[in-house]
């Protein structure tokens, strides 16, 4: 069964920083390039990050500079450092395949709240 286990969210200050972790099966880890999504209330799903098995990254404009995706193969585990963050990064942070399939159920997802 594919698991999507997301942690590390919290209440932060604007300008400070935190880092998402997220723990995938390997099933799913091992095949495929995998991505930090984002859901502030009232808004859609974003894709934030990305990491290919190879380790290339691509960023969303709003956080590049800020955020860096990072991967760690031997633990099927996916990183996300965020810095210098602002109150327009609060949202519900996920991790999930890119692209992400019907067959893949989201996790829980972490918090992360950014207070001015």
């Known amino acids: 069964q594919v698991q999507l286990v997301e942690s590390g969210g919290g209440l932060v200050q604007a300008g400070g920083s935190l880092r998402l972790s997220c723990a995938a099966s390997g099933a799913i880890f091992s095949i495929n390039a995998m991505g930090w999504y984002r859901q502030a209330p009232g808004k859609q799903r974003e894709l934030v990050a990305t990491?290919?098995?190879?380790?290339?990254?691509n960023y969303a404009d709003s956080v590049k500079g800020r955020f860096t995706i990072s991967r760690d193969n031997a633990k099927n585990t996916v990183y996300l450092q965020m810095n210098s963050l602002k109150p327009e990064d609060t949202a519900a942070y996920y991790c999930?395949?890119?692209?992400?399939?019907?067959?893949?159920?989201w996790g829980q997802g972490t918090l992360v709240t950014v207070s001015s």
């Open positions: 990491i290919t098995r190879g380790g290339g990254t």
């Open positions: 999930n395949t890119v692209p992400n399939y019907p067959w893949i159920a």
